[in-house]
């Protein structure tokens, strides 16, 4: 190769890894500004929610496995699923992910969410592409999991 060439080979990827920096700065300088925005957002709907609260709590059974039916968790505002002990339910499944999905309280009611797992969730056996609609008698699965809103 010339030398000429491998001169502005050098320029370029320079120039590649300047611009890499850049967006990474920008991500995460604007990125943390809309983060607190959208709390602060998120906080006055949760004060909306909670002046709204139903009478009646919700509640996660679980159906399967056999082992685990029957196990309730109480719906207060949001339970994380996954194999992680951060999460409100730990299910030891080798299908499920570290951190698989999210129930919350929404402003149309209960909400289930796929938080980007490997096998997907399952809402009345359809897989959960976008944040979903949870009612009363719904079943949520996850891998051999599967989980009845009350």
């Not at 929610?49 to 082992?67: A, D, G, I, M, N």
């Amino acid at each position: 190769m010339s030398e000429a060439l491998l001169t502005v080979l050098k320029w370029c990827l320079l120039a590649l890894l300047y611009l890499f920096f850049f967006r990474v700065l920008q991500a995460t300088w604007f990125g943390s500004g809309a983060l607190a925005k959208q709390k602060v957002g998120a906080q006055g709907r949760s004060q909306a929610l909670t002046s709204r609260v139903r009478k009646t709590k919700r509640r996660l059974v679980v159906l399967e496995p056999p082992v685990l039916a029957g196990q309730s968790y109480q719906l207060n505002t949001e339970l994380t699923m996954g194999r992680a002990a951060g999460c409100q339910i730990t299910l030891d499944d080798t299908y499920i992910s570290q951190l698989h999905a999210r129930v919350r309280n929404g402003e149309t009611g209960v909400i289930v969410e796929d938080l980007g797992s490997t096998n997907g969730t399952y809402l009345n056996r359809k897989r959960v592409m976008a944040p979903s609609v949870v009612s009363p008698g719904d079943k949520i699965q996850l891998g051999s999991t599967v989980l009845e809103l009350r």
